[in-house]
């Protein structure tokens, strides 16, 4: 023959252009029927099937509504998710008369969580992400998921509860040719995507390093198969980044991802199932893993820069962490002593083992607690960052006090992203003070006189903090407008990690890890990510007395002394982890500093796809281009107007 051959000749030409297998079934093939797309059936060859450039081009339509359809599964299914509205054991009243007031702890620390299937990714040209259904498994009882040492025996198969159905390790349900490229992925996700996500995150090893996330992606599958999901995509892109002529290993490392999120879905759905069988206040381990496993999702739908589930997942994940701490913490930790409500819990986790105390209030930690303690950390800055995009109070708020207040905070943020806890309490109590405006407004009450007051006590304590902080580098001399001329004067005197590129992550890392941990909290890379969150909340705090006015002197002052400070970062990259404040100060930046957020972000190279910089940076472009049309009402305007914009609530994390 004289050209390739086809794998049907009397099927579909959709088929037959993507060179698959078709049953020729009509009017619609099992395959385009499964991956929702055009399927093409006539007698006669379409025009299209021309073996040049318009034949390519319907490939690549074809390419491209594939993605889009698998896309649209994929969020239908994250809003099929079992709703967590029931997880109070007020709604389970039968379960309740059944079970003893006081339930035992179980003597298993952790169990896997239920079995979901193993991905199936379709070829590479799909990317359907469809995966086949979950092989059928034998139940385990919670006796056999026990240590064997302890010799108990199996209870009868009635004495099973449904939760408990199809429990077996992670492990097991992979063929051994996909164990070896899962691990691969699994180092490629410790090694490079988590240093890349959560870059100031080096824990000592006396906070069992990072040995504790291996622990919980072996035990919970959701939070593996997400893991797994983010390190495809990072291979795909940083391989492709090279030359850019693998294109085709990005589209199958694409739908390597699309299957592993299929499957996360369905551990979590799973998962939740079972705690609305149960409730929370009966399932306090079982809890706690959908609560990791939901906060994971945050972390990579931001990662994906996917907008369109996050404010389900950030509801689930402040209900999961409310009830855990209505039904589970106590008054006094294991040894009897007082204690706070989050720390009874974090106590309890470490259970069975033995306090070691570290000094300075600190501990040795479990994997179990060293999880939950990087968990809550990440949600109570997704919470604030959210409370300012909905124009609410942060729905955390009332754990502020326990867990982000005082000179050492129990919580210290900045250990996870870089930013000192002090400066996020004060992004909260603006976004407090923006959704009491916006109350006293709409009830016809507000005093502008009480407004005023109250910010001028949140800009004082944020500029006697600021005070705190080691000194800035020395801006550039450049203009304001020309980014990339001030890249040779960025600050190289200090360490930042999250400048570093996901191949070298920890390129200078032996500067950072021979600090001290109190020589670590005053670091000058920290000190200068905290310096911006606090400026571009200065500006924050300036709209919501008076508006979207970016020509305002103080607007001004305040957008161009947070520009200089991001002049000074020593990398492009590191505005990564400061997608707030790029996005405040960019909304309320003048015609001609515009250039600079647009010249930064370009700058980020082939990493602009992580993470919501490119999100950020669109919500400014509509914003110039309404002020340019001059679209907008000042006094009616503010931050969360803005985040709006683009048809959704955007989290910029």
């Not at 240093?195 to 995150?201: E, G, H, S």
Request: charged share 20%; aromatic share 8%.
């Amino acid at each position: 023959m004289n050209g390739p051959k086809l794998r049907s000749s009397q099927g579909c030409w959709t088929c037959r252009l993507r060179r698959k297998k078709c049953d020729e079934a009509r009017p619609v093939c099992a395959a385009c029927d499964s991956l929702q797309i055009n399927c093409h059936y006539s007698d006669t060859k379409p025009e299209w099937m021309d073996g040049g450039v318009r034949e390519k081009q319907m490939a690549d339509e074809l390419k491209v509504m594939v993605k889009k359809k698998a896309m649209e599964r994929r969020e239908k299914k994250w809003s099929q998710l079992p709703t967590l509205a029931d997880l109070s054991p007020s709604s389970h009243p039968q379960q309740q008369q059944n079970q003893p007031q006081q339930q035992q702890e179980p003597q298993v620390v952790d169990h896997p969580m239920e079995e979901a299937g193993d991905p199936s990714p379709s070829d590479n040209t799909s990317g359907s992400g469809s995966g086949t259904p979950p092989s059928e498994t034998t139940p385990l009882s919670r006796a056999e998921t026990n240590d064997t040492s302890r010799g108990s025996s199996s209870p009868p198969p009635s004495s099973v509860p449904s939760w408990r159905a199809q429990i077996r390790p992670v492990t097991d349900s992979f063929p051994e040719n996909k164990s070896e490229v899962e691990v691969s992925f699994t180092m490629i996700y410790l090694d490079h995507v988590v240093p890349f996500l959560f870059p100031f995150y080096r824990p000592c090893l006396l906070q069992s390093s990072r040995g504790w996330m291996l622990v919980l992606l072996m035990k919970n599958r959701a939070l593996f198969h997400t893991a797994l999901s983010l390190a495809n995509w990072l291979f795909a892109v940083v391989l492709d980044s090279m030359d850019g002529t693998h294109g085709d290993c990005k589209l199958a490392n694409w739908a390597e991802l699309q299957a592993h999120q299929e499957t996360a879905i369905q551990a979590l759905q799973a998962d939740i199932r079972a705690l609305n069988e149960r409730g929370v206040a009966n399932a306090f381990r079982e809890s706690i893993s959908c609560l990791q496993s939901v906060v994971q999702l945050l972390e990579f739908e931001a990662a994906m820069a996917d907008a369109s589930s996050w404010p389900v997942h950030h509801d689930a994940a402040v209900v999961l962490f409310d009830e855990l701490v209505t039904h589970h913490a106590s008054a006094a930790d294991r040894a009897g002593a007082p204690t706070t409500p989050w720390a009874s819990i974090l106590d309890r986790i470490g259970g069975p083992y033995r306090r070691i105390p570290l000094g300075a209030g600190r501990q040795l930690l479990t994997s179990d607690q060293s999880a939950y303690q990087f968990y809550t950390a990440y949600l109570l800055w997704i919470d604030v960052i959210a409370a300012t995009a909905n124009g609410e109070v942060p729905r955390l708020r009332k754990h502020h006090a326990e867990l982000l207040a005082g000179d050492v905070p129990r919580v210290l943020l900045d250990e996870y992203v870089g930013c000192y806890s002090w400066a996020v309490l004060e992004v909260a109590e603006v976004a407090r003070l923006a959704a009491w405006k916006r109350e006293q407004q709409s009830n016809g009450s507000l005093s502008m006189v009480d407004l005023v007051k109250q910010l001028c006590v949140v800009r004082t304590r944020l500029l006697q903090r600021m005070e705190t902080l080691s000194p800035p580098p020395s801006p550039s001399s450049c203009s304001s407008s020309c980014p990339s001329a001030a890249d040779h004067n960025r600050a190289s005197n200090i360490y930042d990690p999250s400048a570093h590129h996901p191949v070298t992550p920890y390129s200078g890392f032996h500067e950072m890890h021979a600090m001290s941990l109190e020589a670590h909290r005053g670091s000058p890379a920290v000190d200068l990510h905290t310096r911006i969150w606090a400026q571009a909340t200065i500006t924050y705090l300036f709209v919501v007395a008076s508006g979207l006015q970016p020509t305002l002197p103080e607007i001004r002052a305040s957008v161009g002394a947070t520009i200089d400070l991001f002049r000074a970062l020593p990398s492009p990259l590191a505005v990564r982890t400061l997608v707030w404040p790029f996005a405040v100060t960019g909304c309320l930046c003048l015609k001609e500093q515009e250039p600079f957020f647009v010249g930064l972000v370009d700058a980020m190279g082939a990493m602009q796809v992580f993470g919501t910089v490119k999100e950020a940076l669109r919500i400014m472009q509509v914003v110039w281009k309404l002020k340019d049309d001059q679209c907008i009402e000042p006094q009616m305007w503010d931050i969360a107007t803005c985040f709006s914009l683009l048809g959704h609530r955007s989290l910029l994390i």
